[in-house]
């Protein structure tokens, strides 16, 4: 078994629940990605360069979907969390029934246009 889907099945249900269904969004907007085990979390790749992780906060109780050049995007800036992060801006996820697929591909969508 490969370290991140041993990470992801350690998970609480909530917690693997959220990250199968980014994850399986990501893989279709993203084809040609590479999920890697970084830094102790799942993270993709695209053209070989950081484009998310997925951290969940158990304390905190949500999945952080971070953008490695999410300070380079304009839109959906109301749902993006930069919390004083310099490069990186997230989706919060607290439940898989509030992610909103159709923003979680905008919000790909863009960034995988900053990836040239």
């Known amino acids: 078994m490969k370290p991140t889907e041993a990470y992801i099945l350690r998970?609480?249900?909530q917690y693997q629940a959220m990250m199968l269904h980014v994850l399986a969004v990501v893989e279709q907007e993203l084809p040609h990605s590479e999920l890697l085990f970084?830094?102790?979390?799942?993270?993709?790749?695209?053209?070989?360069?950081?484009?998310?992780?997925?951290a969940p906060n158990h304390k905190k109780c949500f999945l952080?979907?971070?953008?490695?050049?999410?300070?380079?995007?304009k839109r959906?800036?109301?749902?993006l969390v930069d919390e004083k992060?310099?490069?990186v801006k997230s989706l919060r996820y607290f439940s898989i029934e509030e992610i909103d697929?159709?923003?979680?591909?905008?919000?790909?969508?863009?960034?995988?246009g900053l990836y040239t």
């Open 38 to 54: 970084k830094w102790g979390i799942p993270y993709v790749y695209y053209k070989k360069k950081p484009f998310c992780y997925l």
């Open 76 to 79: 959906n800036q109301r749902i």
């Open 64 to 73: 952080d979907l971070g953008f490695a050049k999410g300070f380079e995007l």
């Open 85 to 87: 992060r310099n490069t």
């Open 101 to 112: 697929n159709a923003v979680l591909i905008d919000v790909i969508s863009e960034a995988k």
């Open 11 to 13: 998970q609480p249900e």
